[in-house]
């Protein structure tokens, strides 16, 4: 059967269209707390003061403190923190998570971050901080220039690339019913290898 060259139906996309599909947002489980991220405000500097504005009874309220063990995301290089420890290094840096029972509520909390403003850096050539080197080596590169019958060299500049999701990214985690097995039951609106 030909494949390529074809166009080849997607599992999904009849429920897709049709708005037959279900999302993490049409889901609703006993117990279930809504979470939402509190993120900066400002691309750099320094959180001077967090107020909440609001009756917390009933809420939870994650900061740097609470994680246990090293506060960071595992990808490439452990340099980038779950939760602000006080630096904002970037614009929309994660500061708190929080979560209620109920999704009005959570919405309206209104959370208050006072910054201590610096100047950002937006040009990578003149950063005093490198974000990230990744050196992918193989093959004999300085043969293959010397080799070829054509360089082309200079300053590229692109925008940022990424898909479009159709919905927001979410996840909802289950713990085991029963209790005995330590097991969670994870629903996510992406992907995951793991």
């Known amino acids: 059967m030909k494949t390529v060259g074809r166009n080849v139906p997607r599992k999904e996309g009849f429920d897709k269209v049709t708005g037959a599909a279900r999302y ?3 889901l609703t489980l006993p117990g279930m707390l809504y979470g939402r991220t509190v993120r900066s405000t400002i691309p750099a500097g320094e959180i001077a003061d967090i107020r909440l504005n609001f ?3 009933g809420f939870t309220i994650v900061d740097y403190r609470d994680i246990p063990g090293r506060n960071f995301v595992a990808l490439i290089d452990d340099d980038q923190p779950c939760l ?3 630096a904002i290094r970037h614009a929309a840096e994660p500061i708190l ?3 209620h029972g109920h999704r ?3 919405g309206a909390a209104d959370i208050q971050i006072d910054y201590r403003e610096s100047v ?3 040009d990578p050539g003149t950063s005093p901080i490198t974000f990230k080197s990744i ?4 093959g004999d590169a ?4 010397a080799a070829a019958p054509l360089l082309v060299e200079g300053e590229y500049r692109v925008g940022l690339q990424e898909q479009l999701y159709i919905e927001p990214n979410g996840v909802i985690a289950v713990p085991d019913p029963a209790g005995v097995d330590p097991g969670v039951t994870i629903y996510g609106s992406m992907q995951c290898p793991y």
């Open 84 to 86: 602000s420890e006080g």
């Open 97 to 99: 998570l929080i979560a």
């Open 55 to 57: 009756n917390s009874d």
């Open 24 to 26: 993490i947002d049409d």
């Open 120 to 122: 950002p850096c937006y």
């Open 104 to 106: 009005d509520r959570l």
């Open 142 to 145: 300085a043969a293959a220039l």
């Open 135 to 138: 050196a992918i080596d193989k």
